[in-house]
């Protein structure tokens, strides 16, 4: 992914060494302006390879399945492993941070002794049924972890840092398989597969414009139905859930990425930042802004 494009990029931009055994680090800052559109690289990575991004500087972007996004800008971590279903992957052209490049099979016993030495065990079959329920990305919000990564990472020598990254990529990967498996959504009978199908549309289609009409059209039903029907099934009407749904996932693009306010509310339908604002008050008891300074207080855990 990420490293196949940086490969292919002028040495004066980039900064490769071998971290350890089976472990590349690049160091690199691309030359594109601030602000420029994103521009897409390739979309594909090698078996039994992963990627662990420290984002110093622009964004990057995935697209997952179901048309979810996943961003990461300055302060965040991106980890990334069999990128199949990953549709398409974009960065900025002032793209610069510290890239640890891992072939699992050829790393495997350094990183278990890395593991070993501290007394830990690193499952790497956890790792990757983890990163299987990823989608193969996962995308590190800004945490009291990130930030004192960076912050240390900030204070070393350059010939170091790369070194102090693949230490803090093993890290992640201890904590990642150390992580609990997520609850099974529990499955209502009772729903109708085609309200099901609708919610989960409205729930990857959320910067879009959405009406009951385009819905109707969607999935073949008259509005008398789907607005009945989803009201039975979910306790509320089309439009209230799709606001609750919109603000909850611009309150996890501002605690989780640097997108400016606006780009968030446009990523969720918004284009006026007046109904936005006022949306995002209403729910959350303060503005988009001041929860991004309150997301300093975010939980601890990196993932």
């Known amino acids: 992914m990420l490293k196949e494009y940086l490969l292919t990029q002028a040495p004066g931009l980039t900064c490769w060494s071998d971290g350890m055994p089976g472990v590349r680090v690049c160091r690199f800052a691309l030359s594109g302006r601030e602000g420029e559109d994103l521009r897409p690289v390739p979309a594909r990575g090698q078996p039994l390879h992963f990627e662990a991004f420290f984002c110093q500087g622009g964004r990057a972007a995935a697209e997952l399945p179901q048309n979810q996004t996943s961003l990461v800008g300055a302060g965040g971590v991106y980890l990334l492993s069999h ?3 990953i549709r398409s992957f974009q960065i900025s052209g002032d793209l610069r941070g510290i890239l640890v490049a891992v072939d699992a099979k050829a790393a495997r016993e350094s990183f278990s002794a890395a593991c070993a030495a501290m007394g830990l065990r690193l499952d790497t079959g956890r790792v990757r049924r983890r990163m299987e329920e990823r989608h193969g990305f996962a995308v590190l919000p800004e945490t009291p972890w990130t930030r004192a990564t960076f912050a240390c990472l900030e204070g070393l020598p350059e010939e170091a840092q790369g070194c102090y990254c693949v230490f803090k990529a093993v890290e992640l990967l201890y904590l990642l398989c150390s992580e609990p ?19 989960a549309y409205i729930q990857t289609h959320l910067s879009e414009k959405l009406t009951i009409e385009r819905l109707c059209r969607q999935f073949s039903v008259s509005p008398t139905f789907l607005k009945e029907g989803f009201r039975r099934a979910y306790g509320r009407s089309i439009h209230s859930w799709l606001m609750e749904e919109r603000v909850k996932r611009a309150r996890e693009l501002i605690r989780t990425t640097g997108l400016p306010i606006q780009e968030v509310a ?24 001041q929860c991004r300074k309150m997301s300093e207080t975010a939980t601890p855990r990196p993932f």
Not at 181 to 187: D, K, V, Y
Not at 266 to 289: D, H, I
């Open 266 to 289: 446009r990523a969720v339908g918004y284009e006026g930042m007046s109904q936005f604002n006022a949306l995002f008050k209403r729910r959350y008891g303060m503005t988009p802004g």
């Open 83 to 85: 990128a199949g279903e």
């Open 181 to 199: 498996s997520p609850p099974e959504r529990e499955q209502d009978a009772h729903v109708s597969p085609v309200l099901a199908e609708a919610r």
